[in-house]
């Protein structure tokens, strides 16, 4: 995968705060900030989010939305938890996302965490987050459901 553009780097780019509801005021790198060429299902407004690292040892990481304080997905990278998973990357969405091939394109998997209940997250591999890191662009795609599930466990029985 391209590498994430992650908002803790210190540089000397232009700096923002903003309000969430799970980390307080953070300070962001305005030249980090993704937008979204086609908004998430159910979620019209929101078109600008950063990549907040759950931690330094985790693999998760909050893909927080810059102009709603109260609205993050957790996300994963897929060959954290299946190294199998390589769907094809549609020609219009490289256009789209204003890559010259699938290449450039990662992916990012939403995490669903039942409350009171983390043994039975599951990534949804049905409707990946594609992004242009270099761009700084993303979308959320929609897969063949026939061989995709959006709600694919994470933790198998045998973990």
């Known amino acids: 995968m391209t590498s994430i553009p992650t ?4 540089d000397q780019t232009p700096k923002s ?3 969430t509801s799970r980390f307080g005021e953070i300070e962001i790198n305005t030249e980090k900030i993704i937008s979204l060429t086609s908004p998430f299902l ?4 929101e078109k600008r989010f950063v990549l907040v690292p759950h931690s330094d040892e985790s693999a998760f ?3 927080q939305a810059v102009d709603n304080p109260n609205l993050a997905f957790v996300v994963l990278q897929p060959a954290i938890i299946t190294p199998q998973y390589n769907p094809p990357i549609p020609h219009s969405v ?3 996302l204003q890559a010259s091939s699938p290449a450039e394109i990662g992916l990012l998997l939403i995490i669903t965490i039942p409350q009171g209940n983390p043994q039975k997250m599951t990534a949804n591999l049905l409707g990946p987050v594609a992004l242009n890191a270099a761009k700084c662009l993303a979308k959320q795609i929609l ?3 026939t061989l995709y599930s959006p709600c694919w466990p994470i933790l198998q029985e045998n973990d």
């Not at 159910?42 to 407004?45: D, V, W």
């Open 7 to 10: 908002n803790t780097e210190s």
């Open 94 to 96: 490289c256009v789209e």
């Open 143 to 145: 897969l063949d459901p």
């Open 17 to 19: 705060l903003i309000r």
């Open 61 to 63: 990481w909050w893909l």
């Open 42 to 45: 159910g979620f019209a407004n």
